[in-house]
């Protein structure tokens, strides 16, 4: 992934239901020319997730998730997850994560 521009337009908090549990986060809005989602390093140490590309799953390895910290706001990796169907077996893992829904 390279990108030559700042991309970053909003962040904004979310609320983030993943397996039974909730988690506040903070997600940043931007146009990439190539993916439709990364996921930061600090969300996964949150979570500590297990992932299988080859069945497309994630599994969170902690039962409530680790307290978020601002000073791992920018971290210094990003992990990528691609919608490309040929190149990527993750891409059956989308959405990953899901916002809760105002009923």
Known sequence: YTQTRECITHRAWL???????????????????????????????????LIDCQKGQLWAQVDTPKPWNPDSSRPSSILEVSLSEPQNPCSKVMPLLTAPTDD
């Open 15 to 49: 609320d983030i239901t993943f397996q039974d549990m909730t988690l506040v986060h903070p997600f940043y809005v931007c146009q990439l020319d190539t993916e439709p989602l990364l996921i930061g390093q600090d969300l996964l140490e949150r979570l500590a997730p």
